[in-house]
Nanobody, 125 residues
Framework: QVHLVESGGGLVQAGGSLRLSCAASGRSFSSYAMGWFRQAPGKEREFVAAISWSSGTTRYTESVKGRFTISTDNAKNTVSLQMNMLKAEDTAIYYC??????????????????WGQGTQVTVSS
């Protein structure tokens, strides 16, 4: 059974940093991509970033470019999201996802099969 477990959320002041981690287990993810999504109160879930486990190709939504970095640790089967220069508008529940989205053309926002439970990130202004 596949499990994705997020950790690292919390409360931080604007301008601060947080590092989210997602531990993946239950199958081989070598042919998969990992993504981070977020959902703020009253808003729809939105794509944040994704990385191809095999090629290391990364994609980011425009609002986090230059501030967030997604990476994988193959030995630990984890994917991380380093978030710097956090803003109040980054406040949301952050979800880890795994699947086979397309990396060509538009952002890889669809095609995810597995999802974690989410971790809360709150940025105070």
């Amino acid at each position: 059974q596949v499990h994705l477990v997020e950790s690292g959320g919390g409360l931080v002041q604007a301008g601060g940093s947080l590092r989210l981690s997602c531990a993946a287990s239950g199958r081989s993810f070598s042919s998969y991509a990992m993504g981070w999504f977020r959902q703020a109160p009253g808003k729809e879930r939105e794509f944040v970033a994704a990385i191809s486990w095999s090629s290391g190709t990364t994609r980011y939504t425009e609002s986090v470019k230059g501030r967030f970095t997604i990476s994988t640790d193959n030995a630990k089967n984890t994917v991380s999201l380093q978030m710097n220069m956090l803003k109040a508008e980054d406040t949301a529940i952050y979800y880890c996802a795994a699947g086979r989205p397309r990396f060509i053309g538009l952002l890889p926002t669809e095609g995810y099969t597995y999802w974690g439970q989410g971790t809360q990130v709150t940025v105070s202004s």
